[in-house]
DNA sequence: CGTCTATTTGAATGTACTCAAAAGCGGTGG
DNA sequence: CCACCGCTTTTGAGTACATTCAAATAGACG
């Protein structure tokens, strides 16, 4: 059931782990399932894990003060999810999670994390680079909010995550894309009748 | 000049540096002024450094379809600042950094980087904590940009950068902000007017 | 003082929004 | 198997807010 996780990291630091440096690690996380719809994590109570999707699927979002709900990040499966700010500060999380369909993660908690990064040099190395690649992700999908309409948007993520829109309800992709749902189904409309 | 780079870096990370790991880091960089305006990095060029800057200041930018610029990121003293995807993959930069005032940077390429996260333990800490940090920030930003109007975002930048609004051009503040500066120049307005 | 750029203001426009209702879809139980 | 229920998506009509276009004012700099 962990295979995956392996070639998540082995994929992102570029070689392969050896069994000492990823038992080590498997040590430190525990599986767990969650029903569909059930909450990883809550507003206004400390993120303690930080979690990686074995299978299903779930994803944050912030509630406005209408309360309204805004997605932030969908993650199926092999995909990492956590509200960071509340994981790393011990501070309570601005963020939910919640299942969007029937969830098994593998939870780290903090201790487990500083221990990965203290231990085993390739997991530091590992946490930097998926660092890097999230900042890199989540900057260009914040100059683009700012820089091209929602109809653009929605083309680039209908290609970027094509799997995505196979399993995530119409509303929230439109939520992650900053718009309301009667607007993506008039984009998705319009679109429809060009071609 | 290179104090505020170690005070930053052991802020960071949470421990003063040896004389010896600093001054490893530092003989992979080195310094370089550039005139207000001129270009640190060019789009459809590759980025070949990430910078750090010692004195004056600089922004990062998107150019939309109708050629509008849209400013991503402001770096005022110690700040770091790059196109992280084009330093890291090598591709052609897809946002311009330029200079707002006269300014001095600390430049380290990409195989100084790799240099000092293969060779320094404590380096590769810093650029993952760095990261963590960024990525913190600028989902923040977003999420507030889908959910919250521009009077707000406009009220929190204030309290969060209060120097920047000395130092940065309103024009440009509202770019940052996602709206027009007849836009930026309402809200304020309006807002005058309440107090 | 004059030029260039940034900011403010006004008026008209348009895009995405709200409110409201209908249609579609899936699952459950009679 | 069909009827019903809850939830999602679509559609329509009116509205609101940021935008565009345009011009005036203010500031900075040589």
Redesign the interface.
Known sequence: MTASLRANIEHTVGRPLSDEEFNTFCALTFEKSFDNKAHLVEEGKVCRYTYFVLQGSCYSY?T??HG?K?A?QFALENYWISD??SF?SGQPA??NIEALEPVTVLMLNKEGFQKA?DLI?IF??F??IQ??R???A??????K????DAESRYEEFSHLHPDFLQRIPQYLIA?YL?IKPQSLSRIRKEMASKK
């Open positions: 912030i406005d003060e309204d805004h932030l960071l700010y790393i601005i963020y990064c040099p530091e190395r946490f930097r660092m890097q999230a900042y890199v989540i900057q260009y999908r914040l100059a909010t700012n820089s091209v939520s900053g």
